[in-house]
């Protein structure tokens, strides 16, 4: 058994049904999850990462485990509970899905926290584990959904400034392979997508999937902060919009992970465009 948290999310949902369609037995968790949301056939549990005394029934009896350690209140968790109640269950093998800022920006504001605590805990669990860090995700557009429906215009800082975005359902299968493959225990894998790609290209992206043309606002760093604090803290926008604005040479590195991995080149940003173009009319 396999239990995938975070199972309702970007890289989840399609882990839970890439294992699902492999036949594996798969345990869906996310506090919201529900029948609707999974694939037939598949166990899905509601549960809170908050409190690690609600996992033990979810834990019992599974011998793997996806742990996704972002999203709201991931400062309120502790991973080493976590991972103690995952052992107790019989857990043997871990994958976390982490972030290429534990390495490129290990002073960053979540790195620091939340990010360094579950990567440390991961490494002393005593498990087999692999440790999954991304960059950023094609699926952040979805923050454009709004203007592109009702003004076909896409307002983003630094539009030219390009980083290595990663499809979130290449960063599933590559969960799904290590999950159920041999050869990954302790190791780190970076994925990344095939090419840098900018916010105005990612723009025009979407105007070729939608047919039309999409215009292209470039806000200055002040707009963008403004806009990100709505919904992050603000020591973790100042991170983020230096990564925007400045990358290092290792955020903008093509990793062959992926790759190497599943044995193909990662989607690029326009396939990601095409197959969820479907949000955007």
Do not use: C
């Amino acid at each position: 058994m396999i239990v995938v948290t975070g199972a309702t999310g970007n890289v989840g949902r399609p882990l839970v049904q890439a294992l699902a369609a492999a036949g594996e037995q798969v345990t869906a968790v996310s506090r919201g999850v529900s029948d609707a949301a999974v694939p037939e056939g598949v166990r899905y549990r509601q549960a809170d990462l908050t409190d690690p005394e609600s996992l033990r029934p979810v834990f019992d009896g599974a011998d793997a485990l996806f742990l996704h350690d972002t999203g709201a209140g991931a400062h309120l968790l502790s991973p080493r509970d976590i991972l103690d109640v995952a052992k107790a269950g019989g857990i043997g093998r871990i994958v976390l899905l982490s972030s290429i800022g534990i390495a490129t920006r290990p002073q960053g504001a979540w790195h620091v926290g939340t990010g360094r605590s579950f990567d440390s805990a991961v490494r002393q669990s005593g498990m087999g584990w692999t440790i999954l860090r991304p960059g950023g995700f094609d699926s952040n557009a979805y923050a454009w959904v709004e203007s592109v429906r009702a003004r076909r215009t896409v307002a983003a800082p630094f539009g030219d400034v390009g980083l290595p975005t990663i499809d979130p359902a290449d960063i599933a299968e590559v969960a799904a392979a290590v999950l159920r493959g041999d050869g990954h225990a302790g190791q780190v894998y970076e994925l990344t997508g095939p090419a840098l790609s900018t916010p105005r290209q990612q723009a025009e992206a979407i105007g070729d999937a939608l047919g039309e043309p999409i215009g292209f606002i470039e806000q200055t760093r002040d707009e963008a902060r403004a806009q990100m604090l709505q919904f992050m803290p603000e020591p973790v926008v100042g991170t983020t919009l230096d990564v925007l604005g400045e990358p290092n040479p290792a955020e903008q590195r093509i990793s062959p992970d992926v790759e190497q991995i599943l044995g193909r080149a990662p989607r690029t940003f326009a396939d990601w465009a095409q197959r969820h173009i479907a949000a955007f009319r």
